[in-house]
Structures are given as C-alpha cells and as structure tokens.
C-alpha cells in the first residue's frame, strides 16, 4: 500500500472495515461505524502471541508450534454477536433447506462428540471418502453458496489488520457449530487448501490441543503436548510446524460454541464453476504511519482527544503501550496450559492415524 496516502483515504479504510452495519438480515455487512467503535485503537490494541514447545521430530529439536500465531482482540463483542445471529440465521435457513445441499450438514448426534454443525462457503470439503467414492478434499464439481458479506467484512478485517497475508486471501470458509460435547476429532487440514489458514473463536471459550501424536481417552476426549486456550473474538492462524508437523483437535465442549474457519484453495483444486469473488481481490494491510505491528503489547491509556485523526489515535495508543512494555518472553517446557508465557505437559502416547480434515 503507497506510503503517504492521506489521513482523509486511511480514514475511509478504516471506517470500511467496520463490521457494525445497518440492521438487516444474514450476512448483510454494512460498513457504519459506530460512534463509540475507534478502529485506530482498535487495531492498536490487537495482541499477538507465538508459541514454543521444543520437541524432537524423527530426531531434530524442534519448535512444533512454530507458525501458530494468536491474535486477540480482532473482533469486537457487539461485532461476535453479529456474526454469531448471521450465522444462526444460515443455520435456520439451511435446516429449511433454504441453502445448496451441499453447504448446510447436521449430523445426528449418535455418541458423544459426534453433531458437529458445519456450514460451507465457496467450495464443498469432503472430510472422508463419500457414498459417491470421492476421496477427501474439494469436490471440484459441487456447488456450495459463496461466502455470505459479513464474512467477506471478516476478511478484509483480518488482511488489513496484518493478521492474515495479502497473499493469502481466503475464498472458501467453514462454519463449525458444536453444542455442548461436540469435538473435532484429531487432524492435520487438507493440502487441498494452502497455509496460514485461520479460525475465529465465538460463544464459549475452549481449548485447541496440539500434538505429534493426540491421544484418544474416549468419546471427544482427547489429549496432546500443546493446549491452546481460544478466547472469544480470537484468531488463530495455522502455518509451519504448527499446520502440518502436529495435529490439532477441539475436544467436546464444555457449552455451545462457534467457530469459523477460513482457507484459501489451491489454484488447481478450485471447483469448476467458482468465481473469484470481486469483493476479495487486492486486499491489502493497513500501513499506518505507527510502522510496528500494534500487536504486541496490550493497551492501557487513556483514550485520545475525540477529535484526533486515526492516524495520531494509532501511534497514541502505540507509545502508550511502549511506555508500559510489558516483556512476552515465553518459558519452556512449564506443566501448565499454554498462554504467551505457558506450556503444558507433554502427555501422548498412543498414535492416532490422521483424520483429513
Ligand atoms: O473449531 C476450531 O476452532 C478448530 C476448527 C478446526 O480445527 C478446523 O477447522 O480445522
């Protein structure tokens, strides 16, 4: 993005990034701004943390979550309330049938862990070998509704925001609704789709669990070296070690959650009929003239003057958090769960075959 644009153009971006819209129906994302909603300080409040957890993989120390990165704060709790009624409402639409057949699944909840609602967009993901004898992986020649317009805002937020790459733009997502036990069993996501992907958390907090080797106790209950807790309005980006050295799973959830995954397919695995949608062409970060990624340290200020532009309401909030740097030095090998700072225990033993997801 051309350096130097004017405070006027960073404005508009940033106000076009709001995902607080117009009354209106699924997916509708409108792009007002509310009063009270400071993208500028916002985006400056976004935290991010890496994780470490050293282990030997056929005989190299490695970092097994290197490439998994956590970012905090990316959408607001009235943004989460609008994505979480979108969703429902294409949850309601699909249970009347109302969306390609494809999209919409519910599974009858037969044991425990099993029920998971998924919703697709942009392209049909088959998790294991289907009555049609389709192998995991995209089905290239089956339809499934585009990404609805909230979800596009979603997007565009996450490239702007410096938390996914402009090079990696997602075109398809999955929406996960788990009800209470519901899981996502051990898995490492399909090629079919290119890294970092990323999956965003609503409703009920949770943890992901990591592993080269997931250990199965029971019905949903799984267990790994590495578990990640997922605050709401999170993103977790997948890339390196941690997408496809380990394994990851959502084990049975204490109480209803949601969660939406986006990936971007690769070029030769896009269905057949699928069109590059407009909206998601040259996205590209905002380069605000505070340079440093705002991520890094958390926001305790008081709020800029009212009328400050963004641009001045950035770098604000970026010297207020320098003046309160607090050091994120992640310790090794603690038998604790895993935060910027902490690690859990190891415990895997029995191998698990992979699960395509
Ligand atoms: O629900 C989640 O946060 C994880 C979903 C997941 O593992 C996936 O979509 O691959």
């Known amino acids: 993005m051309a350096a130097g644009r004017s405070v006027n153009k960073i404005s508009e971006e940033l106000k076009s990034l709001s995902l607080l819209g117009t009354a209106g129906g699924s997916g509708g994302g409108g792009g007002i701004l509310l009063d009270e909603d400071d993208e500028a300080v916002r985006l400056a409040n976004v935290r991010k943390n890496d994780f470490k957890r050293w282990e030997r993989v056929r005989g190299r120390l490695i970092n097994i979550l290197d490439g998994l990165e956590l970012h905090t704060g990316v959408f607001s709790a009235a943004e989460q309330r609008r994505i979480v009624d979108c969703v429902y409402d294409f949850q309601e639409k699909g249970r009347k049938g109302r969306l390609r057949e494809r999209t919409y699944s519910e599974p009858r909840k037969w044991m425990r862990g099993k029920g998971r609602v998924t919703i697709q967009f942009g392209c049909c993901y088959n998790y294991a070998m289907d009555s049609n004898g389709n192998p995991p992986g995209i089905i290239r020649d089956e339809e499934v509704d585009p990404i609805p317009p909230l979800l596009k805002q979603m997007i565009k937020r996450m490239v702007a925001w410096h938390v996914l790459p402009p090079s990696c733009i997602p075109n398809s997502c999955i929406v996960n609704i788990y009800d209470k036990d519901d899981c996502i069993p051990p898995h490492i996501d399909h090629h079919d789709f290119v890294r970092p992907f990323c999956t965003v958390s609503f409703l009920s907090e949770c943890n992901i669990v990591f592993g080269t080797e997931l250990k199965i106790n029971g019905p949903g209950d799984f267990s790994g070296s590495a578990s990640i807790p997922l605050p709401l309005g999170s993103v977790l980006v997948l890339n390196g070690n941690g997408a496809d050295v380990v394994k990851h799973c959502v084990p049975a959830v204490s109480s ?78 603690r038998p604790v769960q895993l935060t910027e700072a902490d690690f859990p225990p190891l415990s895997s033993s029995i191998r698990v075959q992979t699960y395509r997801k």
Do not use: C, W
């Not at 896009?270 to 590059?276: E, G, K, L, M, S």
């Not at 309401?313 to 970026?318: I, N």
């Open 256 to 333: 209803r959650r949601i969660s939406i995954t986006f990936r971007k397919m690769d070029d030769s695995k896009i269905p057949y009929d699928f069109i590059p949608d407009p909206d998601l062409q040259n996205l590209y970060p905002l380069s605000l003239r505070g340079q440093q990624h705002p991520s890094i340290l958390p926001l305790r200020q008081d709020q800029p003057p009212k009328n400050a532009q963004p641009s001045q309401k950035f770098e604000q909030a970026q010297k207020a958090q320098q003046a309160q740097k607090v050091l994120q030095s992640p310790t090794l090998q």
